[in-house]
């Protein structure tokens, strides 16, 4: 089965600070890969699919990019909202792995 | 709208079993697959597995075959996962989701089942 990681594993940045998490699949998965946001206490949320497609509703501060092996999930200017657990999750054929998390608070 | 319930929170002894509900509503239950997803405390999401409400068939992530089974019953829109051979590393809450039909995207959580499994 395809292993998916994620860095960092937490990262902790100011308000407006331009915050980069990284996904990884060990072997290629096209663009079939979707990141969820889950807040604290709650279920998780689509955010991204096909690796930069935003889900309807989530804020343009967000952005995906990558194909294949590597992705990144971006967002432009952290607001207090955004403090969550994010997630990258393959979806090209089961098992539909999720990474381990990357955890985002405020500095 | 679409809303998936869940059974309420569950507490086993180790070497039980126990079974999950989600009853959809809000769509037509036979043309989205139901996913199961599960979080131990303080930990990440996993990837149980899924069943097709319309067929019956399933796909489950290789570390639970043979100790989970899916099943669904279309007469009441509702979906079940069972996982036997409980152990206290099943810990977790156990939350059904519904995709999106063409792709296994998860855009509807049911609220989350908690089952604790204790001596």
Partial sequence: ?107 | QVQLVQSGAEVKKPGASVKVSCEASGYTFTGYYIHWVRQAPGQGLEWVGRINPNSGGTNYAQKFQGRVTMTRDTSINTAYMELSRLRSDDTAVYYCARDWGEDPLLSAWGQGTLVTVSS
């Fill in chain 1, 1 to 107: 089965d395809i292993q998916m990681t994620q860095s960092p594993s937490s990262l902790s940045a100011s308000v407006g600070d331009r915050v980069t998490i990284t996904c990884r699949a060990s072997q290629g998965i096209s663009n079939y890969l979707a990141w969820y946001q889950q807040k604290p206490g709650k279920v998780p949320k689509l955010l991204i699919y096909v690796a930069s497609t935003l889900q309807s509703g989530v804020p343009s501060r967000f952005s995906g990019s990558g194909s294949g092996t590597d992705f990144t999930l971006t967002i432009s200017s952290l607001q207090p909202e955004d403090v969550a657990t994010y997630y990258c999750q393959k979806y090209n054929s089961a098992p539909f792995t999720f990474g381990p998390g990357t955890k985002v608070d405020i500095k």
